[in-house]
């Protein structure tokens, strides 16, 4: 089963240039291990189990490495800081998916992907943005992206936070289904084995012992 899903993703390479891209987000936002590659490999498995086309794949997976240049487009100090965001901040960084968007559009990325860099911060309860589309407003390749995104983001720590525990990640993802996240996406993700790589989870069990840092 691992090997033959290993397979499949082999027959979707990403280009180099946006990997390259992802890792220099990740760098600027202060990820020590490679979290848009993360992202990218939970949402393709999730691909998988609700029988994406491959081309559907390679979209929602070029996007993942994608999703948040625009916050490095607008390289603002606030972002990587260990201070909590004033009200001026947090207005300016919801700007960053339309501005991801933008760039994709530049980069001459289909459209598929620019729309999903638009909509990975749009919850199912109709609270997110930019453009408060609800339940299945948001496309399924959307709403997958959304929980990879956050469920990565939560279990890696960065140099302002620890990182959650396996066990309090998925209570997250139970607690906030229905409202950040699809149902059906977030129970799909509890059922993934292996949803965090053990190289990732022994780091957060360790920051859990040493206690939480500063949110
Ligand atoms: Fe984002």
Redesign the pocket.
């Known amino acids: 089963m691992i090997f033959a899903e290993h397979a499949i993703k082999k027959e979707l390479p990403v280009e180099e240039d946006l990997i390259n891209d992802g890792a220099s987000t990740d760098k600027f936002e202060g990820y020590a291990e490679p979290h848009s590659e993360r992202i990218a490999d939970l949402a393709d498995r999730l691909a998988i189990q609700f029988n994406f086309a491959v081309r559907d794949r390679l979209m929602l997976k070029r996007a993942a490495y994608f999703?948040?240049f625009?916050?490095l487009t607008m390289n603002r100090a606030y972002i990587s800081s260990a201070s909590e965001l004033t009200e001026a901040e947090r207005l300016d960084l919801f700007r960053?998916?339309v501005i991801?968007e933008q760039q994709a559009s530049k980069r001459d990325l289909p459209r598929a992907v620019q729309l999903l860099v638009r909509w990975?911060?749009e919850w199912w309860n109709g609270s997110g943005y930019p453009d408060k589309l609800i339940s299945k407003q948001i496309p399924l390749a959307a709403r997958i992206l959304r929980i990879a995104?956050t469920y990565c983001a939560l279990t890696s720590g960065r140099p302002f936070r620890a990182a959650f525990s396996p066990r309090e990640a998925d209570a997250y993802v139970a607690e906030s289904a229905g409202i950040e996240f699809d149902p059906a996406v977030a129970l799909a993700l509890l059922d993934i084995p292996e949803r965090i790589p053990s190289v990732v989870a022994d780091t957060a069990e360790t920051a859990l012992d040493e206690g939480p840092g500063e949110e």
């Open positions: 999703h948040d625009g916050e960053h998916p991801g990975h911060h995104d």
